[in-house]
Nanobody
């Protein structure tokens, strides 16, 4: 069980930067996986960046070299630093967490999302 709250979205010009935050209601040491997804108008939700179980990061090809996922264990927070933003990055960004339960059941949790709009 975990509650996730995203913040940091907003309106920026192309080429600008934003940092998104995802605050978890429990220690992120107890969460098996955390990441960021996004959903643009008319499109399916897609993976942006994620920590795997070994704390190795993976990124979508479209954001490699521009976005960076990081964490602050003391604050129970995961961040997404977004640089060189493009209009194509406009979407609602969602924080995601996976906690394994009994019999390796995947319990999937989502934040409510934060809007990122990049003007052109």
């Amino acid at each position: 069980q975990v509650q996730l709250v995203e913040s940091g979205g907003g309106l920026v010009q192309a080429g600008g930067s934003l940092r998104l935050s995802c605050a978890a209601s429990r220690s992120i040491f107890t969460i098996n996986s955390m990441g960021w997804y996004r959903q643009a108008p008319g499109k399916q939700r897609e993976l942006v960046a994620v920590f795997n179980s070994g704390s190795v990061t993976n990124y979508a090809d479209s954001v490699k070299g521009r976005f960076t996922i990081s964490r602050d264990n003391a604050k129970n927070t995961v961040y997404l630093q977004m640089n060189s933003l493009k209009p194509e990055d406009t979407a609602i960004y969602y924080c995601n967490a996976i906690i394994l339960g009994i019999a390796e059941t995947r319990n999937l949790y989502w934040g409510q999302g934060t809007q990122v709009t990049v003007s052109s």
